[in-house]
């Protein structure tokens, strides 16, 4: 069975950081693409940064420069360091992991999710 598990969520005060990280277990060693997406009460999902095993990352507007996605281990682990969080910012977020070519910010083309780990920024 294949999982995916976020782990580092939690709180940070507006202007802080914290570090995200998505252990897998039962890796599909054809996994292409893995990206990070959040969720806040009332929106919709939405992605946030993505990466392929041989293409570099794609970040949305509203985190570039604060935000940054890698991936260790063979391509097993994804971390997401996020700094200058605000309260925007305050969502559960997941992982989540696709077999296509196409590395994309696309919800829709993601078929491995994991469970989410809640993030919180006060202001």
């Known amino acids: 069975e294949v999982q995916l598990r976020e782990t580092g969520g939690g709180s940070a005060q507006s202007g802080g950081s914290l570090r995200l990280s998505c252990e897998t277990s039962g890796y599909n060693y054809r996994w292409y693409c893995m990206g990070w997406f959040r969720q806040s009460p009332g929106k919709e999902r939405e992605a946030i940064a993505v990466?392929?095993?041989?293409?570099?990352?794609t970040y949305v507007d509203s985190v570039k420069g604060r935000f940054t996605i890698s991936r260790e281990n063979a391509g097993n682990t994804l971390y997401l360091q996020m700094d200058s969080l605000n309260p925007e910012d305050t969502a559960v977020y997941y992982c989540?992991?696709?077999?296509?070519?196409?590395?994309?910010?696309?919800?829709?083309?993601?078929?491995?999710w994991g469970q989410g780990t809640q993030v919180t920024v006060s202001s």
């Open positions: 989540a992991a696709h077999v296509s070519l196409l590395c994309r910010l696309d919800v829709g083309a993601f078929t491995d």
């Open positions: 990466i392929g095993i041989n293409a570099g990352p």
